[in-house]
């Protein structure tokens, strides 16, 4: 079993639509959750970072922690065809990040 | 630029050939990471240099694997004798190295080498 599951999609949304994004984790270990964003050929670059349970709003985008339960997620509100990559989640303790698959996302206009 | 630099953006190459890429991270990161990302296996660390600290390398695949990092800035990644497995993406990232800080600094990714082994 992978420490990070990630469905890889692909996902397919009309434009407006809330994407829902999630992974789920085994090593309580873990302190740091973060979500990256991947276009193609492109590298990752850093959405959102949390350090605790709850949940993080930036703009359009929302990140929830369930330490508890292991889960992490992100929303993204009013989805836009720019939204349209690859959204990585990525956790660590120590400097090696672990990363789920990562999800393909589609925004339709 | 201000962001990770790596070079070359792809690189096709013989099986059994030798190839070298290269790393320049963002000036004043004093950490340095590789990764491989690969279709069935994700994103895999690799590497990690901090300072003149000993790299950790738990992460190399094989002994066909080794990078090293001159002056603490630039790093070159080299796989010998190339195998078709090899072929992914290798990505580079940097970060300022955070004192006390577990998980170390936000990470910021370079664009990758498309490496192809044919």
């Known amino acids: 079993q992978k420490e990070v599951e990630q469905d890889p999609g692909p996902l397919s949304v009309p434009e407006g639509a809330i994407v829902s994004l999630n992974c789920t984790y085994s090593?309580?270990?873990?302190?740091?959750f973060m979500w990256y964003r991947q276009y193609s050929r492109k590298g990752p670059e850093l959405l959102m970072y949390?350090?605790?349970?709850g949940n993080k709003e930036d703009g359009r985008f929302t990140a929830q922690v369930d330490k508890s339960s292991k889960y992490i997620s992100l929303f993204i509100r009013d989805s836009q065809p720019s939204d349209s990559a690859t959204y990585l989640c990525?956790?660590?303790?120590?400097?090696?990040?672990?990363f789920g698959a990562g999800t393909t996302v589609t925004v339709r206009a | 630029g201000a962001g990770v630099s790596q070079s070359p953006s792809n690189k096709v190459t013989e099986k059994g050939k030798d190839v070298e890429l290269r790393c320049d991270p963002i000036?004043?990161?004093?950490?340095l990471y590789w990764y491989r990302q690969s279709l069935g296996q994700g994103l895999e660390f690799l590497i990690y240099?901090?300072?003149?600290?000993?790299?950790?390398k738990s992460g190399l695949p094989s002994d066909r694997f080794s990078a090293e990092r001159t002056g603490g800035s630039v790093s070159t990644l080299t796989i010998q004798r190339t195998q078709q497995e090899d072929s992914a993406v290798y990505l580079c990232?940097?970060?300022?190295?955070?004192?006390?800080?577990?998980?170390?600094?936000?990470?910021?990714f370079g664009a990758g080498t498309r490496l192809s082994v044919l």
């Open positions: 990232a940097s970060s300022l190295y955070v004192s006390g800080r577990a998980g170390g600094g936000i990470q910021y």
């Open positions: 090593n309580s270990a873990f302190q740091y």
């Open positions: 949390t350090y605790s349970s």
């Open positions: 990525a956790l660590n303790n120590d400097y090696k990040l672990s």
């Open positions: 000036s004043g990161h004093t950490a």
């Open positions: 240099f901090q300072g003149n600290s000993a790299p950790d």
